[in-house]
């Protein structure tokens, strides 16, 4: 069945320093994909997504590629803020079918 | 790991009945857990916040004479959904966590469908 693989954390890295958090899927077809954040006591909220092949979601300074060839759709930032320190979700969605999440990634920045 | 289990998975019922999924926390207890409502082809979208003890916290727009929430322990949530119409229809998933910066953990789903 379709799945979602993401990168364990937890991640930790500096205030400023580059962050990628790796994400490859399995599915029957090309699925929507998505990356999700939770903040402390809080619910997901939609980071970003893309709908088809090389489609680039950002938002916030985070982006991630679609890549069909390689079927990731890696997290990147270029600078990361303490206010970046959250759980990350990547997740994809097949026509009318549940949305299936990875199990999470935490990151830690350290001022 | 933590096991959330959503039930049903799947129901199918006539306009204007009134549906309960339950949502479980099966290894440990869960001071939040959140409903959320994917509509088709879409993200996910939080309709509340339910802390163990204490009234559900609704996102703006959604209605809580609607879509019931009850969390009467640490490891059992409940949505009911009242006098739910075809518009209802979506998938309905939960999850739990044991809350600071602990992931959360998703329950399968419940695939609602309004005849």
């Known amino acids: 069945g379709d799945s979602v693989t993401q990168m364990e954390g937890p991640v930790t890295l500096s205030e400023e320093a580059f962050l990628t958090i790796n994400c490859t899927y399995t599915?029957?077809?090309?699925?929507?994909l998505f990356w999700y954040v939770q903040y402390p006591g809080e619910g997901l909220q939609l980071l970003l997504k893309?709908?088809?092949?090389?489609d680039k979601g950002s938002n916030k300074g985070f982006e991630a590629t679609y890549r069909k060839e390689t079927t990731s759709f890696h997290l990147e930032k270029g600078s990361v803020q303490v206010s970046d320190s959250a759980v990350y979700f990547c997740?994809?969605?097949?026509?009318?079918?549940?949305?299936?999440f990875g199990k999470g990634t935490r990151l830690h920045i350290l001022p | 790991g933590a096991v959330v289990s959503q039930h049903p998975s799947r129901v199918i019922c006539k306009s204007g009945t009134s549906v309960k999924i339950e949502c479980r926390s099966l290894?440990?207890?869960?001071?939040?857990m959140f409903w959320y409502r994917q509509f088709p082809k879409q993200s996910l979208m939080l309709m509340a916040t339910?802390?163990?003890?204490?009234?559900?916290?609704?996102e703006q727009g959604v209605e809580k004479d609607k879509f019931l929430i009850n969390h009467a322990s640490l490891t059992l949530s409940t949505l009911t959904v009242t006098s739910a119409h075809p518009e209802d229809s979506s998938f309905y998933i939960c999850?739990?966590?044991?809350?600071?910066?602990?992931?959360?953990?998703f329950g399968d789903g419940t695939r609602l469908s309004i005849l």
């Open positions: 999850s739990a966590t044991l809350g600071g910066d602990q992931p959360q953990h």
């Open positions: 599915a029957t077809g090309y699925p929507s």
């Open positions: 893309a709908t088809k092949a090389d």
């Open positions: 997740a994809l969605v097949w026509r009318d079918d549940k949305i299936i």
């Open positions: 290894d440990f207890q869960a001071t939040t």
């Open positions: 339910s802390n163990e003890g204490s009234k559900a916290t609704y």
